[in-house]
């Protein structure tokens, strides 16, 4: 379940994000971020989402152990036994590694489709008006 709805809270995320940064520095339609911004946007959207989808992650791993033992419960006792045993920290346990990984990943990521966008922007827009 987190596999889908990750990227599509980032992507979205980043994106509303990245058009209200642009509409209020009252920039055109061929505005772009600068790589510093991107990059931070990046990084920001993706922690986000990590931390809206990480529990079902860890639903899904529990799920799928071999020895736990509410792996044959349903996604919600899963949750509820975790919750009850170990309380919220439970739901977030290991995250720390994944988000470092994650949030370093994406702001690369990010950085590159913003540069990547402006030049084919401008490689395109600029064969045209010739």
Not at 21 to 37: D, H, I, K, N, P
Not at 65 to 72: E, V
Request: proline fraction near 4%.
């Amino acid at each position: 379940m987190a596999g889908s709805f990750q990227p599509a809270i980032q992507f979205t995320l980043y994106n509303q994000v990245r058009r209200y940064l642009l509409l209020r520095a009252g920039a055109g339609a061929g505005a772009e971020l600068g790589a510093t911004v991107a990059f931070l946007l990046g990084g920001l959207s993706r922690a986000f989402s990590e931390m809206l989808t990480y529990p079902t992650l860890v639903v899904q791993y529990i799920q799928q152990s071999a020895d736990h033992p509410d792996k044959h419960k349903s996604i919600f006792g899963v949750a509820g036994g975790i919750w009850k045993r170990e309380g919220l920290p439970g739901l977030y346990n290991g995250i720390v590694p994944q988000l470092g990984q994650a949030v370093l990943g994406a702001a690369i990521m990010m950085l590159a489709k913003e540069k990547v966008t402006n030049m084919t922007k401008a490689i395109v827009l600029g064969g045209l008006t010739r």
